[in-house]
């Protein structure tokens, strides 16, 4: 059962629209959806809310550490509220993943994402539970870093936000403890087809 949701990122309006953003936007849309504000808290070096949903205590934070030392903000409140790893889900982005998809998986390596490598560092395991929002390759090594920092095109954009929404659908079974529901409706959940293209008409 998830009781505590992050989002990665980094904080401030250069970054706001970028890739490496697209934890912040799934939190602030589940933030929305719960009718929660996220609110600063220097004790845990985030954006901070806490709701109830069904008589169970949720948390949502968005580290404001910068996404290099994004475990120093995970480990700060999962501690003091006694949050295990496996009870955490980390949303970010995952370059393996096409534009659109998602993948939800608990435990693994950090693959060289420098959030999940801190927050690696700071709980001293990787079992938590991940939400990887897929962004796509650039295709050659090199840009990642810069492909990670740039906006994406107008049609990734939205393939990204449309996925936040569909996945959101997975959260009531991610709250009761449904993981196998939760992997279903993450995995399952695709992004529309688009029609095809319609014959011209007879002349």
């Known amino acids: 059962m998830i009781k505590l949701f992050v989002g990665l990122g980094n904080p401030g309006a250069e970054y706001e629209g970028t890739r490496h953003n697209a934890g912040f936007w799934w939190v602030d849309a589940l933030a929305r959806q719960l009718k929660l504000q996220l609110s600063p808290d220097k004790g845990y070096h985030g954006l901070v809310a806490r709701g109830n949903v069904d008589g169970r205590t949720v948390w949502l934070l968005e580290p404001q550490t910068y996404m290099n030392l994004s475990g120093k903000s995970v480990a700060a409140l999962a501690r003091f509220f006694k949050i295990a790893p496996q009870e955490i889900l980390v949303v970010h982005d995952e370059l393996d ?100 293209p319609r014959p011209p008409e007879a002349g």
């Open 97 to 196: 993943v096409p534009p659109g998809q998602a993948r939800l998986k608990l435990g693994g390596s950090h693959a060289g994402h420098n959030g999940l490598r801190d927050i690696h560092a700071q709980l001293g395991t990787g079992d938590y539970w991940r939400l990887r929002l897929g962004i796509g390759h650039p295709g050659v090594k090199s840009e990642v870093v810069d492909w990670v920092l740039r906006k994406p095109a107008p049609e990734q954009r939205d393939a990204l936000l449309e996925c936040i929404d569909r996945t959101l659908k997975a959260v009531p079974a991610l709250l009761s403890g449904e993981m196998d529901k939760a992997t279903q409706l993450v995995h399952t959940s695709k992004p529309p087809r688009p029609k095809p």
